[in-house]
């Protein structure tokens, strides 16, 4: 066994999911950040249906961006709807804070001289 296989305890599935629109169950639960089999127990819940293709079950890529995107918040609490949050920010999934720090660091400060003046 080499080094490298000794250092990680376990090697995890590496899923490209890059341009993909329909994802296998394992593609699918990896996308929405969770286990397989909590994936596959709470499916039903969220309306994603499968499509059956060459013997596999697929999920939309699109299906489930909706599902989450529409799920309740965390901690059962929802902002109330006519709070209303720029385009960016809703496209991007960003808080208000990091939106904030953002806009800090895309501003462009003037560079000081790091050169000294001369001794005569």
């Known amino acids: 066994m080499s080094n490298d296989q000794q250092d990680r ?3 995890l599935p590496q899923f490209n999911l890059l341009g993909k629109d329909w994802l296998t169950v394992l593609e699918a639960a ?6 397989p089999d909590t994936f596959a127990k709470r499916v039903g819940e969220y309306g994603l249906k499968p499509r059956n293709f060459m013997g596999k079950k697929l999920y939309e890529k699109a299906e489930l961006y909706r599902a989450i995107h529409q799920a309740p918040m965390w901690h059962g609490a929802r902002p109330p709807s006519s709070t209303a ?5 809703v496209r991007i999934g960003v808080s208000q804070s990091v939106e904030e720090a953002l806009k800090k660091l895309r501003q462009v400060a003037p560079r000081r001289s790091t050169k000294k003046p001369r001794a005569t």
């Open 30 to 35: 990896h996308y929405c950040g969770v286990h």
């Open 9 to 11: 305890p376990c090697a």
């Open 85 to 89: 949050l720029p385009v960016s920010m």
